[in-house]
């Protein structure tokens, strides 16, 4: 099982401001998919990155994946109320389930 | 897109019985469906991979007689959780690749409370 670390763990953040989040580990990922999860709801997906190195971009939302492809971050900027949720990252091999790592726990107050 | 549907979203039971949880592959089929837990402010949590036609694959941990899955069509799998007890009581999430490459879809999850 490969081993997720998502940091930080919660966040709590006036509207507005930025902020990033990290999902590291000591191996080496194929690619890796970032989900956002609202209360009740199941996961959506956000991306995925592939390439050593990529960045990629949502609209307020730029998701890097490091070049050595064991880490990853995610930052927002300016971020709104409908920013609040779970943010996920999971190693993607395309053949096994996805394995999230705990979870990076977003309120974003108006 | 593709859409897994997941029924039912709330169920309530009382202890000792058993709750049946369903997920459907609307417009496409799905080989393969996971079964996820997640627990108040917890991550989700992988219980099983269930495969069409075949024994689903549980993780450690994961009482298979306790939690059945049964993957009967390529479209349906179901989880039912066997004399339920308070600690069952979760948010249970199914989840089906959707083809090549890398997607995954999930359904909108069943909260079950055991009285």
């Known amino acids: 099982t490969q081993l997720l670390e998502q940091s930080p763990q919660f966040l709590s953040i006036q509207e507005g401001e930025n902020l990033t989040v990290y999902c590291n580990s000591s191996s080496v990922f194929s690619s890796l998919q970032w989900y956002r999860q609202e209360p009740g709801e199941g996961p959506v997906l956000l991306v995925t990155v592939v390439t050593g190195g990529e960045v990629k971009k949502l609209k307020r939302l730029t998701f890097q994946f490091g070049d050595a492809r064991k880490d990853s971050s995610l930052h927002i900027t300016a971020a709104q109320p409908g920013d609040t949720g779970l943010y996920l990252c999971a190693p993607n091999s395309g053949n096994t389930p996805l394995v999230f790592g705990k979870g990076t726990r977003l309120s974003v107050i108006a | 897109g593709a859409v897994v549907s997941q029924h039912p979203s709330r169920v309530i039971c009382k202890s000792g019985t058993s709750v049946k949880i369903e997920c459907r592959s609307l417009?496409?089929?799905?080989?393969?469906m996971f079964w996820y837990r997640q627990f108040p402010k917890q991550s989700l949590m992988l219980m099983a991979t269930s495969n069409e036609g075949s024994k689903a694959t549980y993780e450690q941990g994961v009482e298979k007689d306790k939690f059945l899955i049964n993957h009967a069509s390529l479209t349906l799998s179901t989880l039912t959780v066997t004399s339920a007890h308070p600690e069952d009581s979760s948010f249970y999430i199914c989840?089906?690749?959707?083809?090549?490459?890398?997607?995954?879809?999930f359904g909108s999850g069943t909260r079950l409370t055991v009285v």
């Open positions: 989840s089906a690749r959707t083809g090549g490459g890398y997607g995954y879809t």
């Open positions: 417009d496409f089929q799905a080989t393969t």
